[in-house]
């Protein structure tokens, strides 16, 4: 076999054999084909896509690429979320303890904040003393103990993924839907959960910026899924504006445990007990209707917040020690009256990486005070002069940065916007 051959045929919008995409990716873990071949591969996908036979023998040999964890101990009650990325997105803070509190076991690894999105290990190491890296021991007894066990990538996991997607982050591939469909499910099958919910984001703040390309990655994604013997469902949610009110690593931690203590955020709450539900009714085998029960007595019970205890204070937190507090803040006012038309998420992400709660180079610290809390949302009315937001960072010229580019992301109409639906399609 020879990787010209390949590129040439994808070129040619000609089908690739299993073994001929098995070599492919067998030969770039292993460093034997370069990244200039990979890249042309790449485009060649970019422009004439993969057939779902192509996508799914990517997807298995990217799975298969490093370390699987096997997580059959746990029989049907292993769970497991997988969001695509948005703006104030912390629903596993959240959905993580409804679910192990209905009997799921929620043994996850997580990531790190990608571009303007945030990622689920840099909000948990904002809580003092959390430890995000235990044994494959420590990860196994606590996830069987308390039901949720949840910490960063470790090991050798999908090794083949880790290398293409900083390959395709560099050669404009990222949004390719047999390359994001390979990536997120390949890292999905390697970490071993029977059940499997996907929460594909759609408008401003996401990858997938319109219904179509979202619904088209999601189904690809369940049936994927499927084929390898999971049970799926994935839920499109809107991320045109950002999720709740939090924006920033403690911020959103905070966020979450008002949630869980009872406040309402009607968009995060709603998101996170549609979350739940799917997994519930997957790893409980109940109707959707007694699923929604299930999650909503657990939330509303407390009985998610005392899983939640359970669960940071076995990984070394305490979610009663205070998070940390930005030196410097600012509220925002409105330049003018009228109502909130549009709040593009993406570019209110980009404010809360320029105030420090992401990086612009994967070696850049965070700032775990940092970001932007919101007083208005999209639909709000304001008036000239009123506070919009609360930003909060280290210091002034961070504090001016962010200040323009959360600026950048508002329209103000004399008209009222059509709400957009919170929960756009739900495909099992
Ligand atoms: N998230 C991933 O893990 N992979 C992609 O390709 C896109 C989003």
């Given at each position: 076999m020879d990787m010209l051959e390949i590129i040439r045929k994808k070129k040619h919008a000609r089908v690739l054999t299993k073994e001929e995409i098995e070599y492919m990716v067998a030969g770039f873990s292993r460093g034997e084909i370069p990244d200039y071949q990979m890249s042309a591969f790449c485009m060649a996908v970019y422009f004439n896509g993969m057939t779902d036979g192509e996508t799914a023998a990517l997807t298995s040999a990217m799975a298969r690429s490093g370390d699987m964890l096997d997580l059959s101990r746990f029989g049907c009650a292993s769970v497991d979320k997988h969001s695509t990325g948005g703006v104030g997105d912390k629903t596993s803070l959240i959905v993580g303890p409804i679910v192990a509190a209905c009997g799921?076991?929620?043994a996850k690894m997580s990531g790190r904040g990608l571009g303007h999105t945030g990622g689920t290990v840099d909000k948990l190491e904002s809580?003092?003393?959390?430890?995000t890296s235990l044994s494959p021991e420590e990860f196994f007894a606590q996830a069987e103990k308390c039901g949720i066990a949840l910490i960063g990538q470790t090991g050798n996991m999908t090794p083949a993924d880790k290398k293409l997607y900083a390959l395709r982050d560099v050669t404009e591939?990222?949004?390719?839907i047999p390359l994001i469909v390979s990536s997120i499910m390949s890292k999905k099958l390697a970490a071993g959960a029977h059940n499997i919910v996907l929460d594909v984001k759609c408008g401003s703040?996401?990858?997938?910026?319109?219904g179509e390309s979202a619904h088209a990655l999601a189904s690809k994604m369940v049936d994927i899924g499927k084929a390898c013997g999971r049970n799926m469902a994935a839920i499109i949610t809107d991320m045109d504006t950002p999720l709740g009110f939090a924006v920033g690593n403690a911020l959103e931690v905070e966020e979450a445990l008002a949630l869980l203590r009872g406040e309402d955020i009607p968009d995060l709450r709603e998101i996170c007990l549609a979350l739940a539900s799917e997994l519930i009714a997957m790893c409980r085998g109940t109707s959707a209707e007694e699923a929604r029960a299930m999650a909503e007595n657990a939330l509303c019970s407390g009985a998610a917040l005392a899983k939640a205890r359970e669960w940071i204070s076995a990984q070394?937190?305490?979610?009663d020690a205070p998070l940390p507090k930005a030196k410097a803040a600012r509220e925002i006012r409105a330049e003018k009256s009228g109502?909130?038309?549009?709040?593009n998420a993406e570019a209110v992400g980009r404010a809360a990486c320029l105030l420090?709660?992401?990086?612009?180079?994967?070696d850049d610290e965070i700032d775990f005070a940092a970001g932007i809390v919101l007083l208005k949302k999209t639909g709000d009315f304001v008036r000239e002069g009123e506070a919009l937001a609360v930003l909060h960072t280290s210091s002034e010229e961070k504090l001016c940065a962010g200040e323009r580019e959360f600026l950048s992301a508002l329209e103000i109409s004399s008209e009222k916007a059509n709400k957009k639906k919170l929960i756009i399609d739900i495909l099992r």
């Open positions: 799921g076991v929620f809580i003092a003393g959390y430890r591939t990222v949004d390719s703040g996401a990858f997938m910026k319109d070394g937190g305490d979610i109502y909130i038309s549009h709040m420090g709660a992401g990086r612009k180079t994967k």
